[in-house]
Nanobody, 117 residues
Framework: QVQLVESRGGLVQPGGSLRLSCAAS????????MGWYRQAPGKQRELVAR???????VYADSVKGRFTISRENAKNTVYLQMNSLQPEDTAVYYC???????????WGQGTQVTVSS
């Protein structure tokens, strides 16, 4: 059974930084894509960043230049380095994993990130 374990988020002041991690376990298949989504109160879940097995990355326009996604294949772990955080980044952040383009998505339990002074 696939499990995704996310690191804890937290409360950060505007302009601050935070790094999230997510470790996947429970499958012998290589991971096609790992990513982060977020959902703010009253809003739909949205893609933040995604990284594919070849290293190709995709970012939401709102986080380009501030967030960096990376992965450590040997540990099946994905990281999200968030810099210059703003109040509008406040949301529950979810880790996402796909083992192939045609298979189901796996989701982490979500971790709260709050940006406030």
């Amino acid at each position: 059974q696939v499990q995704l374990v996310e690191s804890r988020g937290g409360l950060v002041q505007p302009g601050g930084s935070l790094r999230l991690s997510c470790a996947a376990s429970g499958s012998s298949f290589s991971i096609y894509a790992m990513g982060w989504y977020r959902q703010a109160p009253g809003k739909q879940r949205e893609l933040v960043a995604r990284i594919f097995s070849g290293g190709y990355t995709v970012y939401a326009d709102s986080v380009k230049g501030r967030f960096t996604i990376s992965r450590e294949n040997a540990k099946n772990t994905v990281y999200l380095q968030m810099n210059s955080l703003q109040p509008e980044d406040t949301a529950v952040y979810y880790c996402n994993v796909k083992f192939s383009p045609l298979t189901q998505d796996y989701w982490g339990q979500g971790t709260q990130v709050t940006v406030s002074s």
